[in-house]
């Protein structure tokens, strides 16, 4: 599957588990804000299996140092699709999702939620690359749209540290069952690789679900930026964005009331 495609998958289903609305799942309902917050986030979390090419655009989002962690991950998980695409590789990125959500700072003006921040650094500014919102070459635009997200995400996080392993969880599950469904396959297993038997190689179903290199794969979409691909993800990301832009306007509805409140007192004291 596309990398863009992956990023709206992740904030589409952000959207489905986090809101309670119409249309919605709310298994894991928040605020307008950690809808939108998470939504951007899970956005990245779909994406961050495919950090184990460094050369992808993943690598590329905020160089030098995405390109040096892509190496050490390429290196890990033994090259691209492999350890990042499997059960495995899904339980240490919420792993160290749940490490990083446990760096909170109690300040005067509230709990900020560092690891949040930093993690999000990478992931929000990776889902904006994917989606090409910034020039391939923008290294300064990345990095001050990084900061950005960053600080915004340890100010404003939801206060249940939960919320960032839950996105870690849900964006790379979206990302390893979009490239199941592709005719690439992934291997579930790994570091667990069986490979078919030569014999059974040659059976028409079986060798597109159980492919020669071990990896397994339900290619319904076909082969990744197929029409069919396209098809299924235009209402996808037309539902996230819906999704996103609700839990903006709502956010934006408030806070106008609070500043209309805040003059409206403003003008009574002094007239």
Sequence with gaps: MMGGHHA??????WVAVASTGP???GWYPLDATGILIGGMATAGTALVCDWDHRHSTVANS??????????????????????????????????????????????????????????????????AKALKLFPKSGFVTNWIFAL??????????????TWLPMSMLIGVVVHIVGDLITTGGVPLLWPLVIRPPKLLRKVPLLRNVWRPNGALSLPLLGRAGSKR??????????????GLTVAGWSIAQNQWTRVAAAAGAWMKLWL
């Design 8 to 13: 709206a998958s992740g904030a589409a289903a």
């Design 148 to 161: 950005a997200m960053a600080g915004l995400v340890t100010v404003y996080a939801p206060e249940q540290w």
């Design 23 to 25: 249309y919605t799942l």
């Design 62 to 127: 905020l160089p030098p140092l995405s390109n040096v962690i892509a190496v050490g991950i390429e290196n890990a998980s033994g090259g691209h699709r492999q350890g990042t695409h499997s059960i495995l590789g899904a339980g240490i990125f919420v792993l160290l999702a749940a490490l990083a959500s446990q760096f909170q700072m109690e300040t005067p003006w509230g709990l900020l939620s560092v690891g949040a921040g930093l993690l999000c650094m990478f992931l929000i500014n990776i889902a």
């Design 229 to 242: 691909e396209w098809l299924v993800l235009i209402p996808v990301s037309a539902y996230a964005m819906v």
